[in-house]
T-cell receptor, first 112, second 110 residues
Framework: QKEVEQDPGPLSVPEGAIVSLNCTYS??????FMWYRQYSRKGPELLMY????GNKEDGRFTAQVDKSSKYISLFIRDSQPSDSATYLC????????????FGSGTKLNVKP | DTEVTQTPKHLVMGMTNKKSLKCEQH?????MYWYKQKAKKPPELMFV???????INESVPSRFSPECPNSSLLNLHLHALQPEDSALYLC?????????FGQGTRLTVV
């Protein structure tokens, strides 16, 4: 079983839709959770960084962490064609920040 | 300055060449990383430098040789690479759990 599971998609939505991206994990030691956006042939860009459980909002993006269910989500409101990219979740434990565990990435396509 | 800068953006090299990838950050991060990313896969950790010392080598072949000349710079020296080493090479730096990546060097080995 992988440490982090993420549906690879592709996920195709119309412009303006609400997008929900999700990851599940198995290691209860994870406490730091990240979402990265990666455009084709570019490096991953840190979108959201959350610690422990709860919600965090930044503009059109909301990150949710449910540690009891070992489930994290990224919501994108009013999706735009420029949001078309691969979204990677990542997580780490405080006793070993050097080791990041990535999901496989979900490819999102927002159609105009 | 809140970014990680990598040069060159693209590199094509023959199997007998020696080349170097460079990475720079001025955020005061004391942990720096090299990752390799193949198409449609997440990044794979290669090396970790902590306070300018190599702390993790993920069993990377010796044809990849990392170097950390100071707290802001990270190099990856390449020699006698194979075509299967063609990939996007990413540098990253961290403060705690917050890790920032550079835009990568797209390497093609011919």
């Amino acid at each position: 079983q992988k440490e982090v599971e993420q549906d690879p998609g592709p996920l195709s939505v119309p412009e303006g839709a609400i997008v929900s991206l999700n990851c599940t994990y198995s290691n209860s030691a994870f406490q730091y959770f990240m979402w990265y956006r990666q455009y084709s042939r570019k490096g991953p860009e840190l979108l959201m960084y959350t610690y422990s459980s709860g919600n965090k909002e930044d503009g059109r993006f909301t990150a949710q962490v449910d540690k009891s269910s070992k489930y994290i989500s990224l919501f994108i409101r009013d999706s735009q064609p420029s949001d078309s990219a691969t979204y990677l979740c990542a997580m780490t434990a405080p006793n070993n920040f050097n080791k990041f565990y990535f999901g496989s990435g979900t490819k999102l396509n927002v159609k105009p | 300055d809140t970014e990680v800068t990598q040069t060159p953006k693209h590199l094509v090299m023959g199997m007998t060449n020696k080349k170097s990838l460079k990475c720079e950050q001025h955020m005061g991060h004391r942990a720096m990383y090299w990752y390799k990313q193949k198409a449609k896969k997440p990044p794979e950790l290669m090396f970790v430098y902590s306070y300018e010392k190599l702390s993790i080598n993920e069993s990377v072949p010796s044809r990849f040789s990392p170097e950390c000349p100071n707290s802001s710079l990270l190099n990856l020296h390449l020699h006698a690479l194979q075509p299967e080493d063609s990939a996007l090479y990413l540098c990253a730096s961290s403060l705690g759990g917050r890790r920032l990546f550079g835009q990568g060097t797209r390497l093609t080995v011919v």
